[in-house]
């Protein structure tokens, strides 16, 4: 059975920054493509950030590239997300997903509250 369990959020001030994990079980991981992805309040869905299985390549969206990071270490079954320079509309719930962008049947962790207020 495949589970993510994502930790890492939490309260931080506009400008502040976090690390979120998302460890991974059930499924050849260091085989998949990994996505962040997130929702704010009374939104749907955005796409956040995506890593080949290998780590070579990563993509971003628009709204947080040059900003956040992903990273992994398929030695732990562990993607990472680094959140800098955080934004008040950063605020959402934060999800890892198994596979690429486009994965139709994704699997997602409970996801983790990130919150950006001053």
């Known amino acids: 059975e495949v589970q993510l369990v994502e930790s890492g959020g939490g309260l931080v001030q506009p400008g502040g920054s976090l690390r979120l994990s998302c460890a991974a079980s059930?499924?050849?991981?260091?085989?998949?493509?990994m996505t962040w992805v997130r929702q704010a309040p009374g939104k749907g869905l955005e796409w956040v950030s995506s890593?080949?299985?290998?780590?070579?390549?990563?993509f971003y969206a628009d709204s947080v590239k040059d900003r956040f990071t992903i990273s992994r270490d398929n030695a732990k079954n562990t993607v990472y997300l680094q959140l800098n320079s955080l934004k008040t509309e950063d605020t959402a719930m934060y999800y890892c997903?198994?596979?690429?962008?486009?994965?139709?049947?994704?699997?997602r962790g409970q996801g983790t509250q990130v919150t950006v207020s001053s």
């Open positions: 890593v080949s299985s290998g780590g070579k390549f990563t």
């Open positions: 059930g499924f050849v991981f260091a085989g998949t493509d």
């Open positions: 997903q198994n596979g690429p962008r486009d994965n139709s049947h994704p699997v």
